[in-house]
T-cell receptor, first 112, second 110 residues
Framework: EAQVTQNPRYLITVTGKKLTVTCSQN?????MSWYRQDPGLGLRQIYY???????DKGDVPEGYKVSRKEKRNFPLILESPSPNQTSLYFC???????????FGSGTRLTVV | AQRVTQPEKLLSVFKGAPVELKCNYS??????LFWYVQYSRQRLQLLLR??SRESIKGFTADLNKGETSFHLKKPFAQEEDSAMYYC????????????FGTGTRLQVFP
């Protein structure tokens, strides 16, 4: 089944403890992206990648890192999480900009 | 600056009534526009792409460049249409920045 898989689905962590949210897609898509969803703010793009080893900042990249060492994986790294990064995170992939994204099921992160 | 505006946070209608979810955008180039839907406790799903001019689940959306709008319409709402709807804009050239509106919650009452 064609899909975008994120792990974990839920995560509670403490301020400053490094964490990684994994994202994998099995559709051979070139484009991958990370979003955070917050009440009243909708979805905001954190980082995106147009191909292996090609990444760029979205609208809210501060406090996040990404890497794209292989086509299928696009992990999101929080080196030193803070409470304002408590949010619902979505990974997504697409084969072209005009095709629209396939989204993962989300990761709900709480930083205390 | 690129922006997507969905002026209504909540739209409530009765089953069988027409629905129009508003979306306005600001972008100086040729935009690519999408509608996404998020049903309760589910992931976002692509509903429509303006480039394909398709009708999905009875929904249509027409790009009006003069009014910079991409409103989502359905002539007869169903209860299963209740969901969160997001309009999104993508620049088409050499980038993958996708900008979402803040979303409109559609409630369809029986």
């Amino acid at each position: 089944e064609a899909q975008v898989t994120q792990n974990p689905r839920y995560l509670i962590t403490v301020t400053g403890k490094k964490l990684t949210v994994t994202c994998s897609q099995n559709m051979n898509h070139e484009y991958m992206s990370w979003y955070r969803q917050d009440p009243g703010l909708g979805l905001r793009q954190i980082y995106y990648s147009m191909n292996v080893e090609v990444t760029d900042k979205g609208d809210v990249p501060e406090g996040y890192k990404v890497s794209r060492k292989e086509k299928r994986n696009f992990p999101l790294i929080l080196e030193s999480p803070s409470p304002n990064q408590t949010s619902l995170y979505f990974c997504a992939s697409s084969r072209a900009t005009d095709y629209g994204y396939t989204f993962g099921s989300g990761t709900r992160l709480t930083v205390v | 600056a690129q922006r997507v505006t969905q002026p209504e946070k909540l739209l409530s209608v009765f089953k069988g009534a027409p629905v129009e979810l508003k979306c306005n955008y600001s972008y100086s180039g040729s935009p690519e526009l999408f509608w996404y839907v998020q049903y309760s406790r589910q992931r976002l799903q692509l509903l429509l792409r303006h480039i394909s001019r398709e009708s999905i689940k009875g929904f249509t959306a027409d790009l009006n460049k003069g009014e910079t709008s991409f409103h989502l319409k359905k002539p007869f709402a169903q209860e299963e249409d209740s969901a969160m709807y997001y309009c999104a804009l993508s620049r088409s050239y050499n980038t993958d920045k996708l900008i979402f509106g803040t979303g409109t919650r559609l409630q369809v009452f029986p």
